[in-house]
């Protein structure tokens, strides 16, 4: 689909970029030319797939970081720039979810939530602007969210704030950062049956081909069909593409609006 060369020259750093979609992305933009720095809070879990994206031909490397530390992520930005001399791609992608309803929920459990998700995305694009303003390609940052941030999310409020807040955070940096050159976009992918959450939440409860009869496509997503979506917003196919969010999700939310 893409050429090989689509992300030649360019450096992206991927939080939770060591499994599930985060290392899909990270393998795409290896695979296309990119440098990448896979983040994440197990240390082990990401060198072992940056070693695994190094052995497939690829530049990459690992750093530790829990995004709701801001001095951690100011690390990581530097341990990139150390490594690679420059960051042209932020990825924000490492999250945190579980079902609960919301009378039954703490306060505390709210609160991590929110500071994985909300807090530290704002920490990586606010830790990341100098370096993303000074890139030759001009600076990209990518948030994963979903469409039950903007629909709504029973049973799990936490995330659901978290996702919605991140599109307005990202809407809102669009356009004070549309200046420096840094264009923000977020993807919001549906149902994706090759990610371990999918897995527990649906498929090994026997809720899958319910929640499958709710695209409208009818089938499952695939962790390809996102990278796919966050290889053309990083690159300059989408070079006038700014406060997007490329829904990702086989017409899920539009079918339960139409039901």
């Given amino acids: 689909m893409f050429t090989n060369d689509t992300l030649k020259g360019r450096t992206a750093l991927i939080t939770g970029g060591g499994t599930g979609i985060g290392l ?41 970081c829990d995004v709701r530390d801001y001095d951690q992520v100011t690390n990581a930005v530097a341990a990139t720039l150390a490594r690679f001399g420059a960051l042209d791609i ?14 039954e929920l703490s306060p505390n459990g709210f609160r991590t939530v ?51 807040g991140i ?10 950062w549309g200046g420096d050159g840094i264009r923000v976009n977020t993807i919001s992918p549906g149902p994706i049956a090759d990610t371990e959450g999918v897995r527990r939440m649906y498929i090994e409860s026997g809720k899958g081909p319910s929640e499958v009869g709710k695209t409208a496509l009818g089938r499952w ?31 899920r939310w539009l079918k339960q609006a139409a039901d």
């Fill in 221 to 251: 997503g695939r962790k390809a069909d996102v990278a796919n979506a966050a290889v053309f917003l990083a690159s300059d196919l989408a070079d006038y593409v700014t406060g997007a969010n490329l829904i990702v999700d086989g017409g």
């Fill in 24 to 64: 899909e992305i990270a393998s795409a933009y290896a695979r296309l030319g990119a440098s990448v720095m896979l983040v994440g809070r197990n240390q082990e879990r990401a060198q072992e797939a940056a070693e695994g994206l190094r052995r497939a031909g690829g530049q990459a490397a690992a750093c530790r």
């Fill in 114 to 164: 929110i500071d994985i998700d909300l807090n530290g995305t704002f920490h990586g694009c606010h830790a990341a602007h100098p370096h993303l303003k000074a890139s030759r390609h001009g600076g990209s940052i990518i948030s994963i969210i979903t469409m039950r941030g903007v629909t709504g999310w029973p049973g799990a409020i936490h995330a659901a704030c978290a996702k919605g």
């Fill in 90 to 103: 932020l990825v924000n992608n490492a999250a945190g979810n579980f079902v609960c309803p919301s009378a």
């Fill in 167 to 176: 599109l307005s955070l990202s809407r809102t940096l669009a356009v004070e």
